[in-house]
């Protein structure tokens, strides 16, 4: 079971990577041709509609992932009578959520005038893009949530593959069309007739996989009482989700209301590094997490133990590892991207890879908080949300952009990194948090050992200016990068059992 569970958390890295720089590439050559051929406003148009559309699909915050939590114990117990009947119950709730979307979503569409009342274009337009759009997300509702399952059984490569094809073959289609055709009723029926084919493709492969899955929205409502665990833990990682999605929102509208729009672009350009760079991180580690929620099913404490601080080793290899080569490397880059006038200081970079290193390193507390399904620690999602928004207002009062950036680093620190860790230990792991904190000072130890000496050694031989021009810098990463992380790597592995550990797995 434990190697079956690694090959499935690889084969969803390799897919998630694989598609995640096909969708990067594609992306750039789409939009261009979509500016091109049917113009700023329409863009703009799809843009604020798929917003609008974003904000009515808040309502089904943290069900998919309390359904997951729910779904892991029968999944490894092979409960196959148990999974369709949760299943069921999913595609109850859904139906519920579905249509409360859709009244929320016919109402807001009486109110598309006076929202587009400037627009060059005609309401037909309009109307035919806002309901073709909700056409299409309604379908993940009352068609598409059986996909949940395979998230939860590891195979979430499935959905990737085929979603991510699709998707490519649609973008392809639209570019086509918008260069010969360039009609936005053709334009905006492409992507809903590929979303419905979607649809059918997916559940045919779930057929397939689970043929034995039978859901019924009957069975789902009789079995609701039975299954009130599902929205109990929903309403709790909705409070959580709701907080994350609302400091998200308040950080950019806090940096502008306190830095000058010059210095808000030149920390949108770094943000726009670092977020590809999430994302990067986030697809190929993010892949594990319906396979610790197997593992917790299984039970054994000792195998749970292990693999956390495997994982906790890798993510920390890989944190500290990015934030070395982001603190030598995005100033040079963006001095040559742009001009050596786009660059921040220095202190507003640290805090900004303070926050960077934070956020990579706490990935796996997360992914195990999920596993257990210890969401009802709701007070500290809005703690967060209120720490970070008090000592933004203060920091940026007397700091400007870096003050404002120590709010998200400050919740972080206290909330994050103090009680997320103590509430792991305690709820799930039953075991004094003290034991944690001795790994990860050595950790944090070994990390500014090998930062200074790497950093001795490149002042000590530096072959290339990396300011200089692309290929310097080019081969100053290559140099650094290599440097550094062969100090971390060898360090980290003579005296962690955890990344050991790993190795011998993943070799295995």
């Known amino acids: 079971m434990s190697q079956y569970r690694v090959r499935k958390s690889i084969l969803n890295a390799r897919v998630n990577i694989l598609f995640?720089?096909?969708?990067?590439?594609?992306?750039?050559?789409?939009?261009?041709?979509?500016?091109?051929?049917?113009?700023?406003?329409?863009?703009?148009?799809?843009?604020?509609?798929?917003?609008?559309?974003?904000?009515?699909?808040?309502?089904?915050?943290?069900?998919?992932?309390?359904?997951?939590?729910?779904?892991?114990?029968?999944?490894?117990?092979?409960?196959?009578?148990?999974?369709?009947?949760?299943?069921?119950?999913?595609?109850?709730?859904?139906?519920?959520?579905?249509?409360?979307?859709?009244?929320?979503?016919?109402?807001?569409?009486?109110?598309?005038?006076?929202?587009?009342?400037?627009?060059?274009?005609?309401?037909?337009?309009?109307?035919?893009?806002?309901?073709?759009f909700l056409a299409s997300s309604l379908l993940g509702y009352f068609v598409n949530y059986k996909q949940t399952l395979l998230s939860a059984d590891q195979r979430n490569y499935v959905i990737v593959a085929y979603f991510q094809s699709i998707n490519i073959i649609k973008t392809l289609f639209q570019m086509a069309l918008a260069y010969y055709w360039g009609n936005y009723y053709v334009w905006i029926a492409t992507e809903l007739v590929f979303s419905i084919l979607y649809s059918f493709v997916l559940n045919y492969k779930i057929k397939k996989i689970y043929p034995w899955l039978g859901t019924s929205l009957t069975e789902g409502k009789c079995k609701y009482s039975e299954n009130k665990i599902i929205i109990a833990k929903a309403r709790q990682m909705f409070i959580h989700l709701l907080a994350g999605a609302g400091c998200s929102q308040l950080l950019p509208l806090l940096v502008y209301a306190f830095a000058s729009l010059k210095i808000v672009a030149y920390y949108g350009n770094y943000m726009l590094i670092i977020s590809k760079i999430n994302l990067l991180v986030n697809s190929t580690l993010g892949s594990v997490r319906a396979g610790i929620g197997n593992l917790i099913a299984e039970g054994d404490e000792r195998k749970i133990l292990q693999v956390y601080w495997e994982l906790n080793s890798l993510r920390f290899l890989i944190a500290g590892f990015l934030t070395f080569s982001l603190y030598n490397l995005v100033n040079p880059f963006v001095g040559i991207w742009l001009g050596d006038e786009y660059m921040l200081d220095r202190m507003t970079l640290i805090i900004i890879l303070s926050n960077f290193f934070i956020y990579q390193f706490r990935g796996v507390n997360d992914q195990f908080i999920q596993g257990y399904g210890l969401f009802q620690d709701v007070w500290a999602a809005v703690a967060i949300l209120v720490i970070t928004g008090v000592?933004?207002?203060?920091?940026?009062?007397?700091?400007?952009?870096?003050?404002?950036?120590?709010?998200?680093t400050v919740s972080s620190l206290t909330i994050v990194c103090l009680w997320k860790s103590y509430f792991l230990y305690k709820e799930g792991f039953h075991l004094p948090v003290s034991e944690y904190w001795k790994q990860i000072f050595k950790?944090?130890?070994i990390l500014a050992v090998c930062w200074f000496m790497s950093d001795y050694l490149l002042s000590l031989y530096p072959i290339v200016?990396?300011?200089?021009?692309?290929?310097?810098?080019?081969?100053?990463?290559?140099?650094?990068?290599?440097?550094?992380?062969?100090?971390?790597?060898?360090?980290?592995?003579?005296?962690?059992?955890?990344?050991?550990?790993?190795?011998?797995?993943?070799?295995?």
């Open 391 to 408: 000592v933004a207002l203060i920091g940026g009062y007397f700091g400007g952009l870096p003050g404002v950036l120590l709010g998200d």
């Open 20 to 132: 995640y720089f096909i969708a990067l590439v594609l992306s750039f050559f789409s939009r261009k041709v979509f500016l091109e051929c049917l113009g700023d406003d329409f863009v703009g148009l799809t843009g604020t509609l798929l917003n609008l559309l974003g904000f009515l699909n808040l309502a089904e915050l943290g069900i998919g992932l309390s359904i997951g939590f729910v779904l892991y114990k029968p999944i490894f117990e092979k409960d196959e009578k148990k999974i369709c009947e949760i299943i069921s119950v999913l595609g109850y709730i859904y139906r519920h959520v579905g249509l409360m979307i859709l009244g929320v979503g016919a109402v807001l569409s009486c109110f598309l005038p006076l929202i587009f009342k400037k627009t060059v274009f005609e309401l037909g337009v309009i109307y035919f893009a806002f309901f073709g």
């Open 465 to 508: 200016n990396p300011y200089t021009g692309y290929m310097n810098w080019l081969l100053f990463a290559i140099y650094s990068s290599t440097v550094f992380l062969l100090l971390f790597g060898c360090t980290l592995y003579y005296f962690s059992e955890g990344i050991r550990n790993l190795f011998v797995r993943v070799k295995n």
């Open 443 to 445: 950790y944090l130890g």
